[in-house]
T-cell receptor, first 116, second 117 residues
Framework: AQKITQTQPGMFVQEKEAVTLDCTYDTSDPSYGLFWYKQPSSGEMIFLIYQGSYDQQNATEGRYSLNFQKARKSANLVISASQLGDSAMYFCAMRGEFFGNEKLTFGTGTRLTIIP | DTGVSQDPRHKITKRGQNVTFRCDPISEHNRLYWYRQTLGQGPEFLTYFQNEAQLEKSRLLSDRFSAERPKGSFSTLEIQRTEQGDSAMYLC???????????????FGPGTRLTVT
């Protein structure tokens, strides 16, 4: 079974500051993938970034980077230079990488509010 | 690429009624997923299809729930004899696996919000 834990229900961050959203995971799968999704108040889930468990380097996508620490089973999302439009719910998720283990397991999310 | 679409966007129904939701995935995606999201929670997996084959169903999917993807394109999710506990956002997602030139990313639709009164 896979489990995602997000311990920060809400965060308030000043605009233009960097922010780190925490995510820890648990799985018995030897190979897996970790995702971050953003969910604005409109409801759609927007993919941000993906990290494979065997990727040598931490994933980056524009202002988003994933701080992957395999030994600690953590996959924190770092947003640099936060913007007002970053205010949303953020979900960490994982899946196995073998056929037949396709489903995403999500955490409970962190509500991020950017303060002008 | 028109994205994943879902219909209706909102549905209000009375307890005991049947409801059906539709999901149209991105056209070349062969995998389609259904999730349910209740207030304050992350999405929970319900079921998924590869082409027309339903490959996995969650224990959350009681006998009142049925999903189909008859031609490997759009999918429907039906809930029979709705209960107030069925009130949630129902999300559909699609993907094309890396072996087919895609990625592990699942692309989500806007969701159908169900309210059972």
């Amino acid at each position: 079974a896979q489990k995602i834990t997000q311990t920060q229900p809400g965060m308030f961050v000043q605009e233009k500051e960097a922010v780190t959203l925490d995510c820890t995971y648990d799985t018995s799968d030897p190979s897996y993938g970790l995702f971050w999704y953003k969910q604005p108040s409109s409801g759609e889930m927007i993919f941000l970034i993906y990290q494979g468990s065997y990727d040598q380097q931490n994933a980056t996508e524009g202002r988003y980077s994933l701080n992957f620490q395999k030994a600690r089973k953590s996959a924190n999302l770092v947003i640099s230079a936060s913007q007002l439009g970053d205010s949303a719910m953020y979900f960490c998720a994982m899946r196995g990488e073998f056929f037949g283990n396709e489903k995403l397991t999500f955490g409970t999310g962190t509500r991020l509010t950017i303060i002008p | 690429d028109t994205g994943v679409s879902q219909d209706p966007r909102h549905k209000i129904t009375k307890r005991g009624q049947n409801v059906t939701f539709r999901c149209d995935p991105i056209s070349e995606h062969n995998r389609l997923y259904w999730y349910r999201q209740t207030l304050g929670q992350g999405p929970e997996f319900l079921t998924y299809f590869q082409n027309e084959a339903q490959l996995e169903k969650s224990r959350l999917l009681s006998d009142r729930f049925s999903a189909e993807r008859p031609k490997g394109s759009f999918s429907t999710l039906e809930i029979q004899r709705t209960e107030q506990g069925d009130s949630a956002m129902y999300l559909c997602a699609s993907s094309l696996p890396p072996s087919r030139g895609g990625s592990y990313e699942q692309y989500f639709g806007p969701g159908t919000r169900l309210t059972v009164t």
